[in-house]
C-alpha cells in the first residue's frame, strides 16, 4: 500500500533577514520541530522511501532536519514546481512516484487543501510542521482525490 506523508515546513523566522519569501529562514522552534516530526515518523514505523521538499529554504531545512533525526536513508530532491504549486499539480507529481512511502514537504494553503482533497471533501487545518499520512490502495499512477484514507495527522504540540 502506498503511503504519502504530507508535512508543512516548521515554524519560519519571520524576524531573519531575508530577500525574497523562499530565501526565509527556519525559527528555533522551527528547528526543534522539524527534528522532533522526524524522529516521530521514524518510530511509527513510516520511513520515507523517497523525499522531496519545496525549492523554499524553511521547506528544504525542515526535510533536512526531519530526515537528519529521523535517521531516514532515502534519497532527498527538491521540486521547484511544489513552491505556489496547486493541488492538482501535487497530484501529478504524487502519480509519478514510484518508492512505497514518500514525503512531501510544502506550504499552506496548499497543504491543506489537497490533504483534504486526497481524502474525500474533509476540512483540514496544518499547523507548522505538521504531519499527514495518507494510504492508497491503489498505485500511484492511479492516485486520484477521494481515493486516499487518512492514517493519521500530527501536529508538533502532540508530541510535548
Not at 476540512?123 to 499512477?141: L, N, Y
Amino acid at each position: 500500500m502506498p503511503h504519502l506523508l504530507i508535512m508543512r515546513h516548521a515554524k519560519s523566522d519571520w524576524e531573519a533577514p531575508f530577500g525574497h519569501d523562499a530565501e526565509r529562514p527556519l525559527a528555533e522552534r522551527g528547528i526543534r520541530a522539524a527534528g522532533r516530526m522526524g524522529k516521530f515518523i521514524t518510530d511509527a514505523g513510516m520511513t520515507p522511501d523517497a523525499a522531496l521538499a519545496s525549492p523554499a529554504v524553511r521547506a528544504r531545512t525542515t526535510l533536512e532536519l526531519a530526515a537528519q533525526a529521523g535517521a531516514w536513508t532515502c534519497p532527498i530532491g527538491v521540486e521547484p514546481g511544489i513552491y505556489g504549486g496547486s493541488p492538482g499539480s501535487i497530484l501529478d507529481l504524487i502519480r509519478a512516484q514510484v518508492a512505497e512511502t514518500v514525503i512531501i514537504v510544502g506550504h499552506e494553503p496548499t497543504w491543506s487543501t489537497l490533504t483534504g482533497r486526497l481524502i474525500g471533501t474533509a476540512r483540514v487545518r496544518f499547523p507548522t510542521a505538521a504531519v499527514a499520512c495518507i494510504g492508497f490502495v491503489s498505485p500511484w499512477s492511479a492516485t486520484d482525490f477521494g481515493r486516499g484514507e487518512l492514517q493519521w495527522f500530527v501536529p508538533p504540540r502532540a508530541l510535548g
